[in-house]
């Protein structure tokens, strides 16, 4: 399906960049050795971290990466860009599947990144099958993405000498932009969100990224269910003081049976802002379905969230903490064209601001739009 929207700053045409990612695909691997094979493994050189591969320059990763012993299956470490990941199966490993910081042109394709944080170092707060830190001008496409028992499974943030704690000290200043997330089946990840966009540094953005055509699958908690909480979201947040999330991109996801709203953009600390994101021609069920039987596992410091289960939510969290001296922005984002169902309330502001939403539509949902304006 194509989209063009006019609205706003963006005026994009989805079929057009997916024509262009196959292109620069196809370059890639006809350009590059799918036999080339990494010389490193082992110690990366902070604490005790350690990776079954670390990627050098231009190098193609696939086949079997066994990572069982390791901290992280793949290592690509700052200012080792054009590293291609295609056709691999990476598994086994403590924390991330992959773990890349500071750089740009990374290409993760059509690989099965799974049963990785096996055993998270309590030191790195955040563990995912695929965790990009500071990362630009990337693709993680067409890749099947499950079994974390952290931190659940795609992240793209910005980076900081100060979080996360225990990984390679990264360039403070780094932004996580442009980077195309797409076709993924994200699934049975617990503890963590889907897929995460996020500001993760004091004055720090994420822009321009575009989460495309995934598949997100929370875990239902019936007696007869998995173990563990599978938030099974979509996120786009600045989380930080003075972050930002900018024009950034959720379009024909689906969304089903999250811990948490199903779609969230959010602004969580003093000053931060989400402002042009477009969420748009996605399908969201039974999203924050669990809330009815798991009220504590919902994000305590949210006190924006909504009342009740529902599908998207766009929401600046106003808290004491947060409201003075700058409270979180969420201006001009779009809720365009979704199909919400079986949900308490479709869609969901909480001090938001200049929104669109138009053209959605909502089944079996009581109801379809809700607002709330203060603190808490």
Same mark, same amino acid.
């Given at each position: 399906?194509?989209?063009?929207?006019?609205?706003?700053?963006?005026? %994009?045409?989805?079929?057009?960049?997916?024509?262009?990612? +196959?292109?620069?695909? #196809?370059?890639?691997?006809?350009?590059?050795?799918?036999?080339?094979?990494?010389?490193?493994? *082992?110690?990366?050189?902070?604490?005790?971290?350690?990776? %079954?591969?670390?990627?050098?320059?231009?190098? +193609?990763?696939?086949?079997?990466?066994? #990572?069982?012993?390791?901290?992280?299956?793949?290592?690509?470490?700052?200012?080792?860009?054009?590293?291609?990941?295609?056709?691999?199966?990476?598994?086994?490993?403590? @924390?991330?599947?992959?773990?890349?910081?500071?750089?740009?042109?990374?290409?993760?394709?059509?690989?099965?990144?799974?049963?990785? !944080?096996?055993?998270? &170092?309590?030191?790195?707060? &955040?563990? %995912?099958?695929?965790?990009?830190?500071?990362?630009?001008?990337?693709?993680?496409?067409?890749?099947?993405?499950?079994?974390?028992?952290? &931190?659940?499974?795609?992240? !793209?943030?910005?980076?900081?000498?100060?979080?996360?704690?225990?990984?390679?000290?990264?360039?403070?200043?780094?932004? *996580? @932009?442009?980077?195309?997330?797409?076709?993924?089946?994200?699934?049975?990840?617990?503890?963590?969100?889907?897929?995460?966009?996020?500001?993760?540094?004091?004055?720090?953005?994420?822009?321009?990224?575009?989460?495309?055509?995934?598949?997100?699958?929370? &875990?239902?908690?019936?007696?007869?269910?998995?173990?563990?909480?599978?938030?099974?979201?979509?996120?786009?947040?600045?989380?930080?003081?003075?972050?930002?999330? !900018?024009?950034?991109?959720?379009?024909?996801?689906?969304?089903?049976?999250?811990?948490?709203?199903?779609?969230?953009?959010?602004?969580?600390?003093?000053?931060? #802002?989400?402002?042009?994101?477009?969420?748009?021609?996605?399908?969201? %069920?039974?999203?924050?379905?669990?809330?009815?039987?798991?009220?504590?596992?919902?994000?305590?410091?949210?006190?924006?969230?909504?009342?009740?289960?529902? *599908?998207?939510?766009?929401?600046?969290?106003?808290?004491?903490?947060?409201?003075?001296?700058?409270?979180?922005?969420?201006?001009?984002?779009?809720?365009?064209?979704?199909?919400?169902?079986?949900?308490?309330?479709?869609?969901?502001?909480?001090?938001?601001?200049?929104?669109?939403?138009?053209?959605?539509?909502?089944?079996?949902?009581?109801?379809?739009?809700?607002?709330?304006?203060?603190?808490?």
């Amino acid at each position: 399906m194509e989209y063009e929207w006019t609205m706003g700053k963006l005026t %994009k045409t989805a079929t057009a960049a997916i024509a262009l990612l +196959v292109i620069s695909t #196809a370059l890639f691997v006809a350009t590059s050795d799918v036999n080339a094979q990494s010389p490193g493994t *082992g110690s990366i050189g902070i604490g005790n971290l350690t990776a %079954k591969v670390i990627a050098y320059s231009g190098e +193609v990763i696939t086949g079997q990466v066994n #990572a069982t012993g390791y901290t992280f299956g793949v290592y690509i470490g700052p200012g080792v860009t054009n590293v291609l990941i295609y056709h691999a199966h990476i598994y086994g490993a403590s @924390d991330h599947g992959v773990i890349a910081v500071d750089t740009s042109g990374i290409s993760i394709m059509y690989s099965n990144i799974s049963n990785n !944080v096996q055993h998270a &170092d309590p030191a790195i707060p &955040d563990n %995912k099958e695929i965790g990009f830190y500071g990362v630009s001008n990337s693709y993680i496409v067409g890749n099947r993405i499950t079994g974390s028992r952290g &931190d659940g499974g795609i992240s !793209v943030y910005s980076s900081s000498s100060v979080v996360p704690t225990g990984l390679p000290i990264p360039n403070v200043n780094a932004s *996580g @932009d442009n980077n195309f997330i797409a076709d993924n089946y994200v699934a049975n990840d617990s503890q963590g969100c889907g897929i995460v966009v996020a500001a993760w540094g004091p004055g720090q953005t994420v822009a321009n990224n575009w989460v495309f055509n995934n598949v997100v699958m929370g &875990d239902f908690l019936t007696p007869h269910g998995p173990t563990g909480f599978s938030v099974g979201t979509i996120v786009v947040a600045a989380d930080f003081p003075f972050s930002s999330a !900018v024009d950034n991109v959720v379009l024909d996801n689906t969304v089903i049976g999250g811990l948490e709203d199903g779609i969230i953009v959010n602004a969580e600390a003093p000053g931060a #802002a989400d402002i042009g994101n477009e969420i748009a021609g996605n399908y969201v %069920k039974l999203g924050a379905f669990q809330r009815l039987n798991n009220p504590p596992f919902d994000n305590a410091s949210d006190l924006n969230l909504a009342p009740a289960p529902n *599908g998207i939510a766009i929401y600046a969290n106003y808290i004491p903490q947060t409201a003075k001296p700058t409270p979180p922005i969420a201006q001009g984002n779009m809720v365009i064209d979704n199909t919400i169902a079986d949900e308490a309330i479709g869609i969901w502001v909480a001090n938001a601001y200049n929104g669109t939403y138009i053209g959605n539509i909502f089944q079996n949902v009581t109801a379809n739009f809700q607002s709330y304006y203060g603190i808490g």
